[in-house]
């Protein structure tokens, strides 16, 4: 069982950045595979990047070149930062753990508007 904490959403302006957090219950050595999804009001829940075996990196074509996924194993915990921020990027984020089951945050608002 992995437990999955979330920080470091809020609101911010158009251009602006953000880099949220999702720390780790236990030890992440072991997982693979992890990632970042976002859920807009009305819209299904979407993978924004991925990170596979700690160098491999997926984006969705929506924020390449905008958002960086990364992680630390000695602190549990995996990264997002965002950088350029767009209004449709406001969205909760969760992060994502599987290691063999799926585990999900709760969730941090990132909100950006003028």
């Known amino acids: 069982q992995v437990h999955l904490v979330e920080s470091g959403g809020g609101l911010v302006q158009p251009g602006g950045s953000l880099r949220p957090s999702c720390v780790a219950s236990?030890?992440?050595?072991?997982?693979?595979?992890m990632g970042w999804y976002r859920q807009a009001p009305g819209k299904e829940r979407e993978l924004v990047a991925r990170?596979?075996?700690?160098?491999?990196?997926i984006y969705t074509d929506s924020v390449q070149g905008r958002f960086t996924i990364s992680r630390d194993n000695a602190k549990n915990t995996m990264y997002l930062q965002m950088n350029s921020l767009k209004p449709e990027d406001t969205a909760v984020y969760f992060c994502?753990?599987?290691?063999?089951?799926?585990?999900w945050g709760q969730g941090t608002q990132v909100t950006v508007s003028s």
């Open positions: 990170i596979i075996g700690g160098a491999s990196t």
């Open positions: 236990a030890s992440i050595l072991s997982i693979i595979d």
């Open positions: 994502n753990a599987l290691s063999p089951n799926r585990y």
